[in-house]
């Protein structure tokens, strides 16, 4: 087990997009391992390489009993909306709201071997694939929330008691009812 410490809010690496991988080798199988083994200690439904500092386009889900990761995504989405649904983000501990996504998803990418992956997703897994590639790009789900939410968002984030505490070293221990934080 490698579980790293989840960066927070505040913390610059959330706002850099992240590189493409180019040598599917060790190195990057250790980032898959220790991403999953972080995602699941959290515990989330998904994790994304800039949230434990590293500037890769991965991810790691896990939605609806599936485990797995993806590496240099390109997403393919339905037009179809859901306004309503609840996100949370393992970066911003403890707070969950609605954020528009769309329904339908399709993920193409890479797994840790370099072989080519096509992933088809809906609702929570199709929420997950957009949460995680948005981290790619340093795109966090309050860009993605409507103004009047949004401002309702960050007056809460000002207030949470991990707010200010970015620190690359912080360790959070979640709450137990937040298990769709992504
Ligand atoms: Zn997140």
Known sequence: MAIQSIRLFGDPVLRTPAEPVKDFDKELRKLVKDLT???MDAPGAGLAAPQI????????Y???DQLGHLINPNLDLSEDLDEEGEEGCLSFPGLSYPTPRAIRA??????MHGEPVTLEGTDLMARCFQHETDHLDGILFIDRMDPAQRKLAMREIRQAEWSGLSAPTF???PHATHGKAL
């Not at 500092?53 to 790691?60: C, E, N």
């Open 62 to 64: 896990y939605v609806d």
């Open 53 to 60: 500092g590293v500037g890769l386009r991965v991810f790691t």
């Open 171 to 173: 360790k959070f221990s």
């Open 37 to 39: 083994d972080t995602m």
């Open 106 to 111: 399709v993920a193409k990418g890479f797994d």
